[in-house]
Nanobody, 118 residues
Framework: QVQLVESGGGLVQAGGSLRLSCAAS????????MGWYRQAPGKQRELVAT???????SYADSVKGRFTISRDNAKNTVDLQMNSLKPEDTALYYC????????????WGRGTQVTVSS
């Protein structure tokens, strides 16, 4: 069973930065894509950013220009650099990985809390 472990969350003031990291128990080459999602209290989980095995990336409009997703194949990690943080970025951030097709296998971490104070 694949395990994803997030780290790097915390409390930061608006305008500050945090770097989240997701460590996978398997080679990230085995995943079609990995990504970060977030869920704020009372809201649905939403996609933040994804990175494919080709290293192509995509971002939610709300974080474009502020967040950067990257992967380190040697360390089996996927990071999310978050700059210019806003109070509305406050949420529990989850790492996600997808492997295979028809149907794909989906894996989730347990989440790391990010709190941005105004």
């Amino acid at each position: 069973q694949v395990q994803l472990v997030e780290s790097g969350g915390g409390l930061v003031q608006a305008g500050g930065s945090l770097r989240l990291s997701c460590a996978a128990s398997a080679s990230i080459f085995s995943f079609n894509a990995m990504g970060w999602y977030r869920q704020a209290p009372g809201k649905q989980r939403e996609l933040v950013a994804t990175i494919a095995s080709t290293s192509s990336t995509s971002y939610a409009d709300s974080v474009k220009g502020r967040f950067t997703i990257s992967r380190d194949n040697a360390k089996n990690t996927v990071d999310l650099q978050m700059n210019s943080l806003k109070p509305e970025d406050t949420a529990l951030y989850y790492c996600n990985a997808k492997r295979g097709i028809m149907p794909p296998q989906i894996y989730w971490g347990r989440g790391t809390q990010v709190t941005v104070s105004s």
